[in-house]
C-alpha cells in the first residue's frame, strides 16, 4: 500500500516482511469474523423489529411487493457476502483483506436493504396515524357527534384498602 492510502484509512505502515504479513493476515482474518459475527447479529435484530412492526401493522397494505423485493435483495447480498467470506479465507493472505471488505461492503448492504424496508414502514404508520389524527379533527368541526368520554366516579383509598378490595374480590371467584 502507499503511504497516502495508509493515512486516508487510518492503517499501520505496511512491513515489507513477509513473515509479518502473514501474521497480521491471521489477526485481520480474527478481526473479520468477529466483525461478521456482530453484523449477522445486528441483521437478526432488524429483522425482528421487522416482524414485530409486521404483526403489528394489520392495515399497512400494498406493501407486499416492495418488501418482497428489498427481501430478496437483502437475501441475494447475505448469500453473496458468505460466498466472499468463503473464499477470502480461502486466497493467499495479500488477497483477503480486499475480499473481506467487499463482504463487509455486501453486509452492509443486506443491513441497508431492511433499514428502508422498517423506515417504508414506519412512515406508512406514521400516515396512518396523520390520517385518522386529520379525520377526528374534520369530524369535530364538520359537528357530528363524537362519542364522548364516559363519566367516572373517583374514590380515594390507601394501599391497604385497595388490597382488602383486590383479595376480596379474589376469594369471590
Same mark, same amino acid.
Given at each position: 500500500?502507499?503511504?497516502?492510502?495508509?493515512?486516508?484509512?487510518?492503517?499501520? &505502515?505496511? #512491513? &515489507?516482511?513477509?513473515?509479518?504479513?502473514?501474521?497480521?493476515?491471521?489477526?485481520? &482474518?480474527?478481526?473479520?469474523?468477529?466483525?461478521? #459475527?456482530?453484523?449477522?447479529? /445486528?441483521?437478526?435484530?432488524?429483522?425482528?423489529?421487522?416482524?414485530?412492526?409486521?404483526?403489528?401493522?394489520?392495515?399497512?397494505?400494498?406493501?407486499?411487493?416492495?418488501?418482497?423485493?428489498?427481501? &430478496?435483495?437483502?437475501?441475494?447480498?447475505? #448469500?453473496?457476502?458468505?460466498?466472499?467470506?468463503?473464499?477470502?479465507?480461502?486466497?493467499?493472505?495479500?488477497?483477503?483483506?480486499? /475480499?473481506?471488505?467487499?463482504?463487509?461492503?455486501?453486509?452492509?448492504?443486506?443491513?441497508?436493504?431492511?433499514?428502508?424496508?422498517?423506515?417504508?414502514?414506519?412512515?406508512?404508520?406514521?400516515?396512518?396515524?396523520?390520517?385518522?389524527?386529520?379525520?377526528?379533527?374534520?369530524?369535530?368541526?364538520?359537528?357530528?357527534?363524537?362519542?364522548?368520554?364516559?363519566?367516572?366516579?373517583?374514590?380515594?383509598?390507601?394501599?391497604?384498602?385497595?388490597?382488602?378490595?383486590?383479595?376480596?374480590?379474589?376469594?369471590?371467584?
Amino acid at each position: 500500500m502507499t503511504k497516502k492510502l495508509e493515512e486516508l484509512f487510518n492503517l499501520p &505502515e505496511a #512491513e &515489507e516482511n513477509t513473515e509479518n504479513a502473514d501474521t497480521d493476515s491471521t489477526v485481520s &482474518e480474527v478481526e473479520s469474523k468477529q466483525t461478521i #459475527e456482530q453484523n449477522s447479529a /445486528i441483521i437478526k435484530e432488524v429483522d425482528q423489529a421487522i416482524d414485530k412492526i409486521d404483526a403489528a401493522l394489520p392495515g399497512v397494505r400494498d406493501l407486499d411487493s416492495s418488501d418482497q423485493e428489498l427481501d &430478496e435483495l437483502s437475501a441475494l447480498a447475505k #448469500e453473496k457476502f458468505q460466498d466472499l467470506i468463503d473464499l477470502g479465507m480461502n486466497v493467499e493472505a495479500r488477497y483477503s483483506g480486499h /475480499i473481506l471488505a467487499t463482504a463487509g461492503t455486501l453486509l452492509g448492504h443486506a443491513i441497508t436493504a431492511k433499514e428502508a424496508k422498517l423506515k417504508k414502514k414506519l412512515q406508512m404508520v406514521d400516515l396512518q396515524l396523520k390520517k385518522m389524527r386529520l379525520d377526528h379533527q374534520t369530524k369535530q368541526t364538520d359537528g357530528e357527534k363524537l362519542i364522548d368520554a364516559e363519566d367516572g366516579q373517583g374514590v380515594v383509598l390507601d394501599r391497604n384498602e385497595l388490597l382488602k378490595q383486590i383479595l376480596g374480590k379474589d376469594k369471590d371467584k
